[in-house]
Structures are given as structure tokens and as C-alpha cells.
């Protein structure tokens, strides 16, 4: 059973358009955060959510909306999609909000701006 | 800003030898992790290191920690193939952004017959 899964896998738009990606944890977790990871693999956190609620809100644009309805679940809109967007977006997970456990990854969204 | 450096971020080796990656971070923290990515994957837990001299191994991996002088290091004993993936450690901040995780650059590993 897949923990932390992602969809779609594969995103391809234009630019300028809107587009969503789910994340989804059957864990239990509490604690869910949305990675960026750019084309050197260079990964940086976006946002976390602890209970369906925003706790991290690192510096990203405001096109980009985090929305959570459950603890479960924590998903992602992007406004407007600029080049600079493409990307592969994580969604992960953890226990609790400073869990000393690992953050357990999704498979990830591979997302690209034509 | 909490800085998380590892070096090398690239490296070649062959079947059989050993060698290190070391994974330096600039402020105080007693949280520790190291992820293994292959390529076009998810992101698989290695390692948890939470206590200065924190020591953990699986097969021919073994981790590291030194917090006093803020250094981990990842060493690879008798390299095989199958460890051929980038690996990232990646550092849990203290205080208000807590459970924030700023990860390295990440070591490209290419283990060559």
C-alpha cells in the first residue's frame, strides 16, 4: 500500500495556465509538507501543515495555494504558470510536526511549463 | 539562515573501494537525516541521527554525527553498484520554524565496475 502517493505524476501545460496536484497519506500523520525540486535536484521545502493547518510558509510566490481538508490530505494549486515553475513537487509527511521520525516521501509530480 | 553543505557533489568510484561524503550544516541542531533518491524516484530514508556521536549502519552504509562540530558524514564500505544514487542529508531547524527541513545540494554517486 502505497503511504504517501501524488497525483498526477506527470503534469505538462502551458504557461499561464492553472493546475493542481493532490497528495494523499494513509500513515496517520499529522504533519504534511510540499518540496520543490528543481532541475539540479536541488530540494526546498514550500509549505507545511500541520492538522490542516499552515505552519511553514517559506518564500513562494502566492500563486502557489496549499489547500488541506483533512489531515490526510494536503494539496497544491498554481495560478498562472510561469516557466520557471517546472519543476518536481514532493509531497511528504511526518508524525508530528517535529517528529524525530523521517519525513516519508510521495513519488513525486514532474511538472512542466511549455 | 541555517546552510547545509555536502561535499563532494559528485563522485565516481569504482567496485570495492570506500569512501566518504560529509554533509556540514552553519547553526545548531540535533537532527540529522540521510535520504537516498535514485534517479527518477521518491526520496527513501536512510539514516536518523539525533544525538551528538550518533552512529547507525545498514549493510555497507554507515552515518555519522558530530554536533559539536557540525558535521555528519555517509561512508560507503566496498562500494557495490546497486549504492549508484544521489544522496542528500538534510538538517531539521530549531525553534520557530520547527520541523522545516533544509536538505544539501545533494552527492551524485556513480559506483563503475
Known amino acids: 500500500d502505497t503511504a504517501v502517493s501524488q497525483t498526477p505524476k506527470y503534469l505538462v501545460t502551458q504557461m499561464g495556465n492553472d493546475k493542481s496536484i493532490k497528495c494523499e497519506q494513509n500513515?496517520?500523520?499529522?504533519?504534511m509538507y510540499w518540496y520543490k525540486q528543481d532541475s539540479k535536484k536541488f530540494l526546498k521545502i514550500m509549505f507545511s501543515?500541520?492538522?490542516?493547518?499552515?505552519?511553514i510558509n517559506e518564500t513562494v510566490p502566492n500563486r502557489f495555494s496549499p489547500k488541506s481538508p483533512d489531515k490526510a490530505h494536503l494539496n497544491l494549486h498554481i495560478n498562472s504558470l510561469e516557466l520557471g515553475d517546472s519543476a518536481v513537487y514532493f509531497c511528504?509527511?511526518?508524525?508530528?510536526?517535529?517528529?524525530?521520525?523521517?519525513?516519508?516521501f510521495g513519488d513525486g509530480t514532474r511538472l512542466s511549463i511549455l | 539562515e541555517l546552510k547545509v553543505e555536502q561535499n563532494p557533489l559528485f563522485l565516481s568510484m569504482q567496485e570495492g573501494k570506500n569512501y566518504t561524503i560529509y554533509c556540514n550544516y552553519s547553526?545548531?541542531?540535533?537532527?540529522l537525516y540521510w535520504y537516498r533518491q535514485d534517479p527518477g524516484k521518491s526520496l527513501e530514508s536512510l539514516f536518523v541521527?539525533?544525538?551528538?556521536?550518533a552512529v547507525k549502519q545498514e549493510g555497507r552504509l554507515m552515518a555519522s554525527l558530530d554536533t559539536k562540530a557540525r558535521l555528519s558524514t555517509l561512508h560507503i564500505t566496498a562500494a557495490v553498484h546497486d549504492l549508484s544514487a544521489t544522496y542528500f542529508c538534510?538538517?531539521?531547524?530549531?525553534?520557530?520554524?520547527?520541523?522545516?527541513?533544509?536538505f544539501g545540494k545533494g552527492t551524485k554517486l556513480s559506483v563503475k565496475p
Open positions: 501543515y500541520n492538522n490542516k493547518e499552515l505552519i
Open positions: 538534510a538538517v531539521m531547524l530549531r525553534g520557530g520554524s520547527q520541523g522545516n527541513l533544509i
Open positions: 547553526t545548531t541542531s540535533d537532527r
Open positions: 511528504a509527511s511526518s508524525a508530528v510536526v517535529n517528529s524525530n521520525q523521517p519525513q516519508h
Open positions: 500513515l496517520g500523520h499529522d504533519t
Open positions: 541521527l539525533l544525538s551528538n556521536g
